[in-house]
Nanobody
Framework: QVQLVESGGGLVQAGESLRLSCAAS????????MAWYRQAPGKQREFVAV???????SVADSVKGRFTISRDNNKNTVYLQMNNLKPEDTGVYYC??????????WGQGTQVTVSS
């Protein structure tokens, strides 16, 4: 199964930006979906953004206009550009890879903390 390693999290103030990276252990061009999820303390993990192998992308309504997902197949890396961060964006961000068969792969997560 593909191994995923997230990086780029940190502590920022509201209104600032961060770019998360998700590095995969193997080629991702054929992976059906690469996605970002997040989990705030005491809450369930929720969808943030997805990039499909066919080129389509989408983000959750809560981050629309602020977050952008991109995929660099040459570097086997998926990015999440997060602008105008808000305190409610705080949480652990996870990368996921789903081939469309078998269980999805997950990274270990990276912490994002946004102070007001």
């Amino acid at each position: 199964q593909v191994q995923l390693v997230e990086s780029g999290g940190g502590l920022v103030q509201a209104g600032e930006s961060l770019r998360l990276s998700c590095a995969a252990s193997e080629e991702i061009f054929s992976i059906r979906t690469m996605a970002w999820y997040r989990q705030a303390p005491g809450k369930q993990r929720e969808f943030v953004a997805v990039s499909n192998s066919g080129g389509s992308r989408s983000v959750a309504d809560s981050v629309k206009g602020r977050f952008t997902i991109s995929r660099d197949n040459n570097k086997n890396t998926v990015y999440l550009q997060m602008n105008n961060l808000k305190p409610e964006d705080t949480g652990v961000y996870y990368c996921s890879a789903n081939r469309g068969w078998g269980p999805p792969a997950w990274g270990q997560g990276t912490q994002v903390t946004v102070s007001s």
